[in-house]
């Protein structure tokens, strides 16, 4: 008889137990509910998918950005780096000193007029390579997007010592070959042995091919992508009304894929303006003052003995507000276009 006393007890507490769960697990789904019903009132759920996102976002730029802008107000150097010194605020004493500096101006002159060729001159040249794509067969297409794509994946370094040896005085191509050409072709024995990193207008020269070379590739692609959407029955019409292929580029290609070279527009300014790898190897590191562009400006401040992190950090926030300035241009001339709604 205990037996089946305790047997009929044991489902009565099982029961008992049971209840208390389910009452507990009432007593959390209305806090869930409720708390589901404000995400989707309020239709805060995309916003909290981007939380992940903006916390990274936050810690590898706007924490980095907020320490140079203290820098930058500071007098930062060696011995407040080893702790020997604390740092002490000078308020906006670096960016003064940095704006009556000359050579600041002449970097600014050489980054602005250098971006003034080059952008143009990579949009123009990979514009023409996306629409020869878009022309070709696929096997064709498939081979010229390849080899233009090795020069765009090729490392910055290895690109520019490549361009380096062919323009070294020292039985580089392209002295070899100038050396050889007709003189109508601007051909001339002077060409021998001449040295292409004595002064600014050759350097530059040497650079904006060697960016050029670089940068094509992207802009053939995200061009080729952009005319893939485009319809043929509006080429097919242009061509049957006698249109010439300038007129189709003008009145049907670039009117479609101006979201695009607006994009392109913006990324290759950002990515020019300041380039500092390829110009501090092909210029001779810190050689010549006049060939300075604000990317060696900001290296030659910063680092180079005795160093001054200070004003690296102020170089740094005036050229970050100078492509905000080119962003804040792009983004409304978007708007005003309808490229962006």
Not at 3 to 20: H, I, Q
Not at 48 to 77: C, D, H, K, M, R
Not at 185 to 209: I, K
């Amino acid at each position: 008889m205990g037996t089946r006393t305790n047997a009929r007890a044991d489902p009565a507490g099982a029961v008992t137990a049971g209840l208390g769960r389910s009452r507990r697990s009432a007593g959390r789904l209305p806090a869930q509910a409720a708390i589901g019903a404000f995400v989707h009132r309020h239709r805060l759920a995309p916003y909290l998918l981007l939380v992940p996102s903006l916390a990274a976002v936050g810690l590898l730029i706007l924490w980095p950005t907020i320490q140079i802008a203290v820098f930058s107000l500071q007098n930062y150097e060696l011995p407040q780096v080893s702790g020997a010194q604390p740092a002490q605020w000078t308020g906006l004493s670096n960016f003064t000193a940095i704006l009556k500096d000359p050579e600041f101006w002449v970097s600014l002159r050489n980054s602005c007029l250098f971006a003034a060729v080059v952008v143009p001159l990579t949009l123009i040249a990979g514009t023409g390579v996306g629409l020869l794509l878009n022309r070709l067969r696929r096997a064709m297409a498939a081979l010229v997007s390849t080899t233009a794509l090795l020069a765009w994946a090729t490392p910055t370094i290895s690109a520019t010592v490549i361009f380096f040896w062919l323009f070294s005085p020292d039985g580089g191509v392209v002295d070899w070959t100038l050396a050889r050409l007709p003189h109508w072709l601007v051909g001339s024995t002077d060409w021998a042995g001449f040295n292409w990193t004595n002064a600014p207008l050759p350097v530059y020269t040497m650079l904006t091919l060697l960016l050029v070379w670089q940068g094509f590739p992207f802009v053939a692609v995200s061009v080729l992508a952009g005319l893939k959407t485009v319809p043929t029955e509006l080429y097919e019409a242009a061509r049957v009304d006698g249109a010439t292929p300038w007129r189709v580029f003008r009145r049907i290609t670039y009117p479609l894929l101006k979201p695009i070279f607006l994009v392109l527009l913006l990324l290759s300014i950002i990515w020019d303006f300041g380039v500092f790898p390829q110009a501090y190897l092909l210029t001779g590191e810190l050689a010549n003052r006049d060939e300075y562009n604000l990317g060696i400006y900001a290296y030659q401040k910063a680092f180079t003995m005795p160093p001054s992190y200070s004003l690296g950090a102020a170089l740094a926030l005036i050229l970050t507000a100078i492509l905000l300035l080119v962003t804040v241009g792009y983004v409304r001339a978007s708007v005003r276009q309808g490229a962006l709604q």
